[in-house]
């Protein structure tokens, strides 16, 4: 059963960059079959989609979120990752890694999470 | 940030049955296939069912799911004390193009 686990820094200072990294286990992200997600959840609020990567490298981003956000895959790693550039408190979430199938949605499976914090 | 509308909460006593709903628009749960998750406390979210019905393998058949118009719904009968979770459904939105979640339903087991 894949398992995906997120890993980074659990605190970042306002205008930086937050940077996080999932690492997949009991599968290959080079299968072709999944679509590598990230989503956020801000304490206290809903969930909200951040976007997705495909082994070759391709991407699709939230639209409202897609001028900050780069996504990035290593396949020799079996690692996908994520950097969100330009950092507020409104930024402050659990940040979830994901795999998607059937061309990108919907998410089968999920990492636990892990929350980051912007804060001075 | 939530664009489906969940109950807050829902409960029922072990071995009875509970329904969640899952209330969209004409461009997310209309027009796309619902998934829904369990989360249990401190795990990670766990598919339950997508294409608005289909449940992977080794969900248990307590787990149903069914769709009508702009409106989703989770049924699960013989409540268990470990279904005691949140649920959040999932859609496309093909306004925004983006995944959309909704707002979440605690499920407690009296």
């Known amino acids: 059963q894949v398992q995906l686990q997120e890993s980074g820094p659990g605190l970042v200072k306002p205008s930086q960059t937050l940077s996080l990294t999932c690492t997949v286990s009991g599968g290959s992200i080079s299968s072709g079959d999944y679509y590598w997600s990230w989503i956020r959840q801000p304490p206290g609020k809903g969930l909200e989609w951040i976007g997705y990567?495909?082994?070759?490298?391709?991407?699709y981003y939230n639209p409202s979120l897609e001028s900050r956000v780069t996504l990035s895959v290593d396949t020799s790693m079996n690692h996908f990752s994520l950097k969100l550039t330009s950092v507020t408190a409104a930024d402050t979430a659990v940040y979830y890694c994901a795999r998607a199938f059937n061309w990108g949605w919907p998410i089968d499976y999920w990492g636990q999470g892990t929350l980051v914090t912007v804060s001075s | 940030q939530s664009v489906l509308t969940q109950p807050p909460s829902v409960s029922a006593a072990p071995g009875q049955k509970v329904t969640i709903s899952c209330s969209g628009t004409s461009s997310n749960v209309g027009n796309s296939y619902v998934s829904w998750y369990q989360q249990l406390p401190g795990t990670a979210p766990k598919l339950l069912i997508y294409?608005?019905?289909r449940r992977p393998s080794g969900i248990p058949d307590r787990f149903s799911g069914s769709k009508s118009g702009t409106s989703a719904t989770l049924g699960i009968t013989g409540l268990q004390t470990g279904d005691e979770a949140d649920y959040f459904c999932?859609?496309?939105?093909?306004?925004?193009?983006?995944?959309?979640f909704g707002t979440g339903t605690k499920v407690t087991v009296l």
């Open positions: 294409d608005n019905n």
């Open positions: 990567i495909y082994y070759s490298g391709s991407t």
């Open positions: 999932g859609a496309w939105d093909s306004s925004l193009s983006v995944g959309v």
